[in-house]
């Protein structure tokens, strides 16, 4: 009986030390990002979608409920701004989907007038407390998929995050199998080590400020071949297509509905629209 519990707890613990060692940690590290220039800059857009609660969770939704494909998306640092909302809307609209943005940072968010941040490590203790992927994305996203499949019926989902919101997307991309495709707009905290552990199909739109994502595509496209895509919009810069993005700008506006474009079509093509 001792001895047998003894085993037990040995091959608990090696079981425990294989996991750990398997499981890619996540480094919440900013120091070489692009610097967040600008401040929140909100258009005149009024979001035409309604927020609920999921359990301890609460969460913007586009209008049109009758799809049944459902889009988590992802915002950046800034939180729920009316950008993001806008972009979840015209994604739904153009391209049939229900657009789903949690409130992650639940409204404790780094505030905008704190941009540019003075101290980048601050930010990086703030996301790895209070929004990092481990210890409250994953339960938000979970939480959204769950909720769907049991009152909605809706199996098909994918995501899409910009700036913070693109290491959330691959980290659903790498460990939550209904997560049928991704999309990371000029992400942040993504390194191109992430690529290996990623199991869905995937489309990078970094921009002329952020790091080089062609590694990390090259290695996505010995996985899943055509269907994943990378395309770097080098007259852009961080932020374009979200909080801090200039939507009065015609240019910035082109490049967000090209974004919104080549995500819709491939999460078109991953997921059935039945
Ligand atoms: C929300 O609830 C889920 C499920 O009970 C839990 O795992 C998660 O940690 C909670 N998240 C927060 C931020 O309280
Ligand atoms: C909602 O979307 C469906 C397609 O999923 C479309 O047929 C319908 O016209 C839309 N409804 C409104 C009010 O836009
Ligand atoms: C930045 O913040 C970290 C964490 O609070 C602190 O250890 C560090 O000294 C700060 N650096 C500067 C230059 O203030
Ligand atoms: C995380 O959020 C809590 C509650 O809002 C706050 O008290 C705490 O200071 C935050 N952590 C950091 C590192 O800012
Ligand atoms: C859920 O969807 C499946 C597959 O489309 C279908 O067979 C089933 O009847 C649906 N269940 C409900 C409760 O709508």
């Given amino acids: 009986m001792g001895k047998e519990s003894l085993i037990f707890q040995g091959l608990l613990v090696l079981v425990t030390f294989v996991c750990i060692t398997q499981t890619t940690k996540t480094v919440y590290d900013s120091s070489n990002f692009p610097q967040h220039n600008h401040k929140l800059i909100e258009s005149n857009y009024t979001p035409r979608g309604e927020e609920y609660t999921l359990g301890n969770l609460t969460v913007y939704e586009t209008p049109n409920r009758s799809s049944k494909r459902v889009l988590i998306h992802i915002y950046d640092i800034f939180g729920m701004s009316v950008n993001i909302r806008q972009v979840a809307d015209s994604m739904?609209?153009?391209?049939?989907?229900?657009?789903?943005?949690?409130?992650?940072?639940?409204?404790?968010?780094?505030?905008?007038?704190?941009?540019?941040?003075a101290n980048h490590s601050e930010l990086d203790i703030w996301v790895e407390e209070n929004a990092s992927w481990e210890k409250v994305a994953k339960y938000d996203v979970l939480n959204i998929i769950n909720w769907f499949q049991t009152r909605e019926n809706i199996?098909?989902?994918?995501?899409?995050?910009?700036?913070?919101?693109g290491i959330i997307s691959t980290m659903a991309a790498t460990e939550i199998p209904e997560i049928k495709a991704a999309g990371l707009v000029h992400p942040t905290y993504v390194?191109?080590?992430?690529?290996?552990?990623?199991?869905?199909?995937?489309?990078?739109?970094?921009?002329?400020?952020?790091?080089?994502?062609?590694?990390?595509?090259?290695?996505?496209?010995?996985?899943?071949?055509?269907?994943?895509?990378?395309?770097?919009?080098?007259?852009?810069?961080?932020?374009?297509?979200?909080?801090?993005?200039?939507?009065s700008d015609p240019l910035t506006v082109q490049r967000v509905e090209e974004v919104i474009d080549i995500l819709g079509v491939f999460f078109n093509k991953n997921l059935n629209n039945s």
């Fill in 92 to 117: 739904a609209a153009l391209h049939d989907f229900r657009v789903v943005i949690p409130r992650i940072f639940r409204e404790e968010y780094w505030n905008e007038g704190n941009f540019p941040p």
């Fill in 155 to 165: 199996t098909e989902f994918a995501i899409f995050g910009m700036c913070y919101g």
């Fill in 191 to 247: 390194t191109n080590e992430h690529a290996e552990g990623v199991k869905a199909p995937m489309y990078l739109l970094p921009t002329s400020t952020d790091a080089d994502f062609l590694p990390f595509y090259e290695v996505l496209k010995t996985k899943f071949g055509d269907n994943c895509g990378h395309r770097r919009m080098t007259d852009m810069v961080h932020g374009f297509a979200g909080a801090g993005g200039d939507f």
